[in-house]
Nanobody, 125 residues
Framework: QVQLAESGGGLVQAGGSLRLSCTAS????????MGWFRRAPGKDREFVGA????????NYADSVKGRFTISRDNAKRAAFLQMSSLKPEDTAIYYC??????????????????WGQGTQVTVSS
């Protein structure tokens, strides 16, 4: 069993930055993809970005490309989402997820078998 825990959410002004962390515990190895998704009020869950097991492959939604950066530290079994130039439309609950398809930074939520509880990010205008 794998558990994921996100941290780092909060309230920030537009144009500001936040860094989200996701730590995995339980039965994991370094060969897994970590993804970030978000759900804004009244909207469907959407893909934000992902990083594959080696860290060499990343994938971002067009809406965050150039503003968000995903990284990972396999020794700590952690993944990070650095968010910059935040906009009010980035307000959402952010979830990290783990996929055992470790070589692909997939955007498909059905490929992720484990999910965290989410952390709230609120961007004020």
């Amino acid at each position: 069993q794998v558990q994921l825990a996100e941290s780092g959410g909060g309230l920030v002004q537009a144009g500001g930055s936040l860094r989200l962390s996701c730590t995995a515990s339980g039965r994991t190895s370094s060969s897994y993809t970590m993804g970030w998704f978000r759900r804004a009020p009244g909207k469907d869950r959407e893909f934000v970005g992902a990083i594959n097991g080696s860290g060499r492959d990343t994938n971002y939604a067009d809406s965050v490309k150039g503003r968000f950066t995903i990284s990972r530290d396999n020794a700590k079994r952690a993944a990070f989402l650095q968010m910059s130039s935040l906009k009010p439309e980035d307000t959402a609950i952010y979830y990290c997820a783990l996929s055992l398809t470790g070589h692909i930074a997939t955007s498909l939520p059905e490929r992720y078998g484990y999910w965290g509880q989410g952390t709230q990010v609120t961007v004020s205008s």
